[in-house]
T-cell receptor, first 113, second 110 residues
């Protein structure tokens, strides 16, 4: 079954702690994305990557970091610098750079303890 | 003013009704238009993907794009309770960056 797998489904963060959200895809897609979804605000782009070992900041990158060491994997770290991390985080991928629709995983819900 | 405006609803209609969902936008450079369906606690699922102006039909779903009015619509015919979800419009200029509406929460009542 081809798809995008996000883990864990639920995650809790303590004050001052960094946490990493996993995103793996077996669709052989080149591009991968991280979005944050808050109630009433739609999806906002955090980071995206067009190819391995390359990534760009989105609209709300502050307090987040990413890596893209493998084509299949695009983990997101929510650092302690992100003061309001409670949200639903969605990972997406697309076949290539421009003009291709993005397909999403089922998300990770992050909450503060 | 947001680049993409979408009425958050909630919208409640009886089973079998025709549903009309809409988004307006301000950026005339948008060329690619998408509709996603999102069930509670799940990721968005791509429903329709269109380029430029015109209509596209897929089963019970029809997407319309009117670039002159900067207005896009999704119509659902013969609506079913399983269509109850949040519907998100999204659009782009052609590069990676999608701009999303805030979503419309739809309930189909049996």
């Amino acid at each position: 079954d081809g798809g995008i797998t996000q883990s864990p489904k639920y995650l809790f963060r303590k004050e001052g702690q960094n946490v990493t959200l996993s995103c793996e895809q077996n669709l052989n897609h080149d591009a991968m994305y991280w979005y944050r979804q808050d109630p009433g605000q739609g999806l906002r782009l955090i980071y995206y990557s067009q190819i391995v070992n390359d990534f760009q900041k989105g609209d709300i990158a502050e307090g987040y970091s990413v890596s893209r060491e493998k084509k299949e994997s695009f983990p997101l770290t929510v650092t302690s610098a992100q003061k309001n991390p409670t949200a639903f985080y969605l990972c997406a991928s697309s076949i290539s750079a421009a003009n291709q629709p993005q397909h999403f995983g089922d998300g990770t819900r992050l909450s503060i303890l | 003013q947001k680049e993409v405006e979408q009425d958050p609803g909630p919208l409640s209609v009886p089973e079998g009704a025709i549903v009309s969902l809409n988004c307006t936008y301000s950026n005339s450079a948008f060329q690619y238009f998408m509709w996603y369906r999102q069930y509670s606690r799940k990721g968005p699922e791509l429903l329709m993907y269109t380029y430029s102006s015109g209509n596209k039909e897929d089963g019970r779903f029809t997407a319309q794009v009117d670039k002159s009015s900067k207005y896009i619509s999704l119509f659902i015919r013969d609506s079913q309770p399983s269509d109850s979800a949040t519907y998100l419009c999204a659009m782009s200029e052609g590069a990676q960056k999608l701009v999303f509406g805030q979503g419309t929460r739809l309930t189909i009542n049996p």
